[in-house]
């Protein structure tokens, strides 16, 4: 059953909109693949993952963007999503993302995603980071400002 159908949503999967490719990105997504700049973080759905610092490293995706955001996620709701994969705050207000924009869900990137969806340009702008594709923790130009912010080595 699609994932969107067993999370209760009711909503239009079709491939064509944002929610459609999310939702079919989280279908296809079960592990995280390895980080290619050096990095090694457990992958989220593990419960030795700080999910801070996975949401450092790999941004999230939004419905209503094709591009990664960062976020930070209060310790319940951080849980949720290591859980789930995705998080869907109705009902609990919207999640503050570091551009200013407001979502009402966001999910982990699938590994297609987390390598080649461009980086929100506000959100790298407000951390610090390079503006361009790939979640931080795939792109060796974003490799010093994400050792800094997760204050890890290599």
Same mark, same amino acid.
């Given at each position: 059953?699609?994932?969107? $159908? ?19 990105? %989280? ?34 995706? $939004? ?63 407000? %951390? ?27």
């Amino acid at each position: 059953m699609p994932l969107g $159908e067993r999370a209760g949503l009711g909503l239009s999967t079709s491939t064509r909109s944002g929610l459609g490719a999310l939702l079919g990105a %989280l279908e296809r997504s079960t592990t995280a693949p390895a980080p290619r700049v050096g990095i090694t973080l457990p992958a989220p759905a593990t419960v030795e993952a700080d999910p801070a610092q996975v949401i450092e490293a790999d941004w999230l995706l $939004e419905p209503t963007s094709r591009v990664l955001h960062f976020a930070t996620l209060d310790p319940g709701d951080a849980a949720e999503l290591v859980r789930n994969r995705w998080l869907d705050t109705a009902g609990l207000g919207p999640v503050l993302l570091a551009c200013g924009r407001q979502a009402h869900a966001v999910a982990w990137p699938d590994p297609v995603s987390v390598r080649q969806v461009p980086r929100c340009n506000g959100c790298a702008d407000t %951390l610090g980071y390079p503006r361009g594709s790939g979640a931080p923790i795939e792109d060796e130009a974003c490799l010093q400002r994400l050792t800094e912010r997760l204050g890890v080595g290599r």
